[in-house]
């Protein structure tokens, strides 16, 4: 497969800039961090009555660093 062209490469990355700050997205994301949370708060809770020591948690790097790496990522899937 030739490597792609350097105005494919900026139109995938427009497409894919959209897609992530589209207002669908964005609730998307929002539904589903809400979600996590509350799995997670009900998991707790069971937690809490059958040990009390015990705590799940959610660790999320949203660094800059690894946005960056995930785009990258998702480019190379949407290319190939």
Do not use: H, Y
């Amino acid at each position: 497969m030739p490597w792609p062209t350097r105005g494919a490469w900026r139109a995938a990355t427009e497409r894919l800039r959209w897609r992530r700050d589209s207002k669908t997205a964005r609730r998307k994301r929002r539904e589903s961090r809400q979600a996590v949370r509350d799995f997670v708060d009900e998991v707790n809770k069971e937690l809490a009555v059958t040990d009390p020591d015990l705590r799940m948690a959610v660790n999320f790097d949203g660094t800059r660093f690894t946005s960056d790496a995930i785009n990258e990522t998702e480019l190379t899937v949407l290319l190939q």
